[in-house]
Structure formats: structure tokens, C-alpha cells
């Protein structure tokens, strides 16, 4: 492997691509120690699946570090705001049952334990009584107001967009602003150089391409880390199960909200996820093939939808391969795989750019480091990813095993040979009675505790022990965030514009403000 990389090659675009080009282009032209030519080769007759995907927080330092204006970004890619996710039907079969996972901490979570006052007092669901978000989010408010200045809200925020759009976007910035060189041209083969290496890759009109470091963004394809180097896929089918989806663009009704979180609805065999974007929705049923068969799958669709044989066969319906799985290695030689082409998990947790947004910044850091040898970061890199990507397995399953739901799907996914060995013994441990100190949730590496903690206490999950009194401090500081809660709400629905009033707003004024 070359010790210090100049010229970055990026084999393939997309979402994968371009942030990657991106983010290593910006942090690199800030580093004058570290100037690297960044080159981005992308087959221009690849389609980009282009539905709605909803992002997590950090995709706002991601847009700033490059440079752009959010309010550009907004209006570009149909970008709407997404404060956490909803969970409806997972723990029982019921209209009613629904829970948040937010993007805000509890109130109070860095000083005490919330959680013990809520499990004891509380008369509302564990998110709306530590978090503003649930109350927010139920009444469709954005997280910022139109004079709030870019990236910054009154509640923590991520984003919904439109893939194809944002590909786009990014590519548009990437070369008129932070000198990244684009070629469209289909890859036709590697050149290999003798230390096992990539030394170049032919391309169909441009001819050769070389490069010290190779970044495979062939998606599934995996052209150079797959293809070339025969790196495989580690399955984790034998855990999450759902392998297929069925998406759609659906537009919106006169009256319909633009939810400011993505709404994941329980099905018999998987679930359907509903991404409101500022112009339509992104609407998807994320099932098991083995539990349920494509027409039965395609009904659950339409009648969550709500809409009759006409109306759904007005609409193009798109079937999509999702089954989990990750590489063995991200890094191998001198090749890097970010994106679909390192693997794919379903997208309940919206996990997808955050990896890239991850990957690239590794990679980033390693093009930095003051020692520049890039031999050194690949083992770091692999160690770390497989932890990242097992991480984020552990915690989507948990979503799953606490269901109460009766149908098959649900049922298998409870059976302990169906769970992480990590998530068996996790679950063994939270059931303990504990004082004082809360247990270790979560590896650390992704998932805040927060988060396991919305999860578990919005499925039902009770720790053995919780029945008793709270001791006079612990009441008083449950009792002080609780009521500071309300007082956030009160106050912020009263200052919080309707997430479509104020999406309107700033997509009818691009340019003129919220800048980066």
C-alpha cells in the first residue's frame, strides 16, 4: 500500500460517492500538510435508487463541513426536517400503540437517573415525559424557526431527501467548489500493480485512471473490493431478517402533514416506512420472504396506503433487494468500500448515510494524520467498522424481540437463537434490579444509552425491581425534569412554525437566508 495517498479515486457516485468525495475533498483542502487530488469515475447509464431517506444529526456537520447552505440543500434535494422516528404496532397489534425514538436526550440524563422516576411516577410514555420531541413531532412542528440561523434548531434535527436529487446536488457542489474531478465513464477492469495493489483502472472513453487510494462506490456490485480483491459478505440474515422491499413515491393530499419524523408502521412479516419529504412522501414494505410471499407483501402496501386497486396501480412500485450483510473487510490493499458496496442493513434505523458519512471521515482522518501512512489506519479502520456495523445489528434487533405481536415473523424474531449473543446476555442484565447506577447500554460506538432506553421502555420492557418508592432526591429530580419538559413544550409550540408552513416558507425564499 502506498504510504501517503495524493490522487483519490472514487469508482461510482451516488449518495455513497459524492459525500465521500465531498467530505475528504473539504477536510483535506483545509489540511495544507495533506493536499490530495480527488477524482470521482461514474457510469452515467447507472440508475440511482431514488427514494426517501431519512438521515440522522450528524448529517448537518457533514453539509457545513463542506461548505453548503442548508437552506440550498433544502430546496435542491425536497429536504424536510426529522426529529426521531415512530414506532407504530411493534409491541402489540393495536391502533393505539405507538412510541418515539427522539433525537434529544432526556432531560436531565447527563445528571441522574430519569429513567428511575419514570418507571416509578410516570403517567405518560417514557418519550414524552423526558423529551419535547413526541409532543412536537404528534402535532407536525419543525425544529427551527425561519430566523434561526443554518444547521442550528430549538430541538436536535436530522433530514428526509430525495436520494437522486442529493446525489446530484453534491456532485454540482463537489466540482464547482471543492475541486473534485468528474468522469463520466463506465469501469471496465483493474490494473493491478505488483505488491497486489490497485495501480489503475481502465475505463471505456477515458482510458486509464491511477490512483494511490481506491474507493469502491459500486454499490451491491462491489466492482473492486468484491470483483476484483473476492472479498465477501458476512450474512446476517440469520438475525434480521427482512430481505426484500417494496417502495413507492406517493404524492401528497391537500390536507396531508409533512411529518417531522420518519413513521415506521409494524406489519405481519416486517414493517412499512413513510418518509415525508417536502414534496411527496417515500412510502416502503420492508419484509421476509420467508414469511410472507410478494403478493401478499405488495397488498399489506397498498392497504396501508389506503388506497384501491386503481389508485396503487396508478403507481410505480419498485422491488428492491435488502438482504443485511457486511463485507469481511472494508479496507483491503489499497481499496476502501463505502456504501452498499461494504453492505446493507435494513434501513429501520435509518443507518445507510451515516455509515458513509463515518466511513468517509475515517478515511479523512487517516489522509490527515500527521504520519499520512496509510498503512497504519486499515487495521484501525476494519476493527472499528466491523464494531460499528455489529453495533448497529445488536440495537435493531432489539426493536424486534420485545414484540408481543403473534404472527410468525414476529414470533421467530423473539427466539433467542434469532438475537446476538451480545443482546441475549444485555437483556439477561437489564432485567436486574439496579439502584444508583444504570446498567451499560449499548456498545457506545453508535447508539447513545438514550436510545436503547427509548426503545426498550417504548416496547414495554420493565426492569425486575421497579416496583418500591423512589428516595426524596430522586423524586425531586425526576419530578424537575419532568416538569421542565412541559415547560419546553409550552413554550416552544407557542415559537415552532408547522413543518410544511415553514419548509414553504424556505423553499419559496432559496437563497436569502439560513445559510451555512
Not at 426529529?83 to 405507538?98: H, I, L, V
Not at 453534491?170 to 493491478?192: C, E, N, P
Not at 438482504?323 to 446493507?344: E, M
Request: proline share 5%.
Amino acid at each position: 500500500m502506498t504510504a501517503q495517498a495524493k490522487n483519490i479515486v472514487i469508482v461510482g457516485g451516488g449518495s455513497a460517492g459524492w459525500i465521500t468525495a465531498g467530505l475528504i475533498a473539504a477536510r483535506t483542502r483545509a489540511s495544507a500538510a495533506r493536499p490530495v487530488n480527488v477524482t470521482v469515475i461514474e457510469a452515467p447509464d447507472i440508475p440511482i435508487i431514488g427514494v426517501g431517506e431519512g438521515t440522522w444529526p450528524s448529517m448537518r456537520m457533514t453539509l457545513r463541513t463542506m461548505g453548503i447552505n442548508e437552506q440550498d440543500f433544502i430546496a435542491a434535494c425536497h429536504a424536510s426536517f426529522k426529529q426521531g422516528s415512530k414506532f407504530r404496532q411493534w409491541r402489540k397489534n393495536t391502533p393505539e400503540d405507538f412510541y418515539y425514538h427522539p433525537f434529544d436526550l432526556p432531560e436531565g440524563f447527563e445528571d441522574g437517573d430519569i429513567a428511575a422516576y419514570w418507571l416509578k411516577a410516570g403517567t405518560q410514555s417514557f418519550s414524552r415525559t423526558v423529551c419535547p420531541q413526541e409532543h412536537l413531532c404528534e402535532r407536525h412542528f419543525a425544529p427551527k424557526s425561519l430566523t434561526s440561523p443554518g444547521y442550528a434548531g430549538f430541538t436536535n434535527y436530522g433530514y428526509h431527501l430525495d436520494a437522486g436529487t442529493f446525489s446530484v446536488f453534491l456532485r454540482s457542489h463537489a466540482t464547482s467548489q471543492l475541486g473534485v474531478t468528474h468522469i463520466a465513464d463506465k469501469v471496465l477492469g483493474v490494473v493491478a500493480a505488483e505488491n497486489g495493489d490497485i495501480a489503475a483502472v481502465e475505463t471505456e472513453a477515458s482510458g486509464r485512471i491511477d490512483g494511490d487510494l481506491f474507493i469502491d462506490c459500486t454499490g451491491s456490485r462491489s466492482l473492486l473490493l468484491g470483483g476484483h480483491y473476492g472479498i465477501g459478505l458476512t450474512p446476517k440474515s440469520d438475525i434480521l431478517f427482512a430481505d426484500t422491499a417494496l417502495a413507492v413515491q406517493v404524492p401528497y393530499g391537500e390536507a396531508d402533514p409533512v411529518q417531522s419524523t420518519t413513521v415506521a408502521t409494524a406489519q405481519p412479516a416486517g414493517w412499512v416506512w413513510d418518509v415525508s419529504l417536502s414534496s411527496r412522501r417515500g412510502v416502503g414494505h420492508v419484509y421476509s420472504s420467508n414469511h410472507m410471499d410478494e403478493e401478499a407483501a405488495t397488498e399489506c402496501l397498498r392497504g396501508y396506503l389506503g388506497l384501491d386497486d386503481a389508485q396503487f396501480g396508478a403507481l410505480s412500485v419498485r422491488k428492491l433487494a435488502i438482504g443485511s450483510g457486511y463485507r469481511q473487510a472494508f479496507w483491503h490493499h489499497n481499496c476502501v468500500a463505502i456504501g452498499l458496496s461494504a453492505g446493507f442493513l435494513e434501513p429501520l434505523e435509518a443507518s445507510a448515510l451515516m455509515l458513509i458519512e463515518t466511513s468517509a471521515n475515517m478515511v479523512a482522518d487517516a489522509l490527515v494524520a500527521e504520519s499520512g501512512d496509510l498503512a497504519t489506519s486499515r487495521d484501525a479502520f476494519n476493527r472499528d467498522l466491523h464494531q460499528i456495523w455489529d453495533d448497529i445489528i445488536h440495537f435493531l434487533k432489539l426493536h424486534y424481540c420485545l414484540s408481543e405481536r403473534t404472527e410468525a415473523f414476529w414470533q421467530d424474531n423473539r427466539q433467542p437463537d434469532s438475537m446476538p449473543a451480545s443482546l441475549v446476555a444485555d437483556m439477561e442484565a437489564w432485567r436486574q434490579p439496579h439502584q444508583g447506577q444504570a446498567p451499560r447500554y449499548g456498545g457506545g460506538t453508535v447508539f447513545p444509552p438514550a436510545s436503547y432506553l427509548y426503545v426498550l421502555y417504548g416496547m414495554g420492557f420493565r426492569p425486575d425491581g421497579t416496583a418500591g418508592t423512589l428516595t426524596p432526591d430522586a423524586q425531586s429530580f425526576g419530578k424537575k425534569c419532568a416538569d421542565k419538559v412541559e415547560r419546553t413544550v409550552a413554550q416552544l409550540q407557542a415559537l415552532l412554525p408547522q413543518n410544511r408552513a415553514l419548509l414553504d416558507t424556505l423553499n419559496g425564499a432559496m437563497g436569502t437566508g439560513q445559510g451555512g
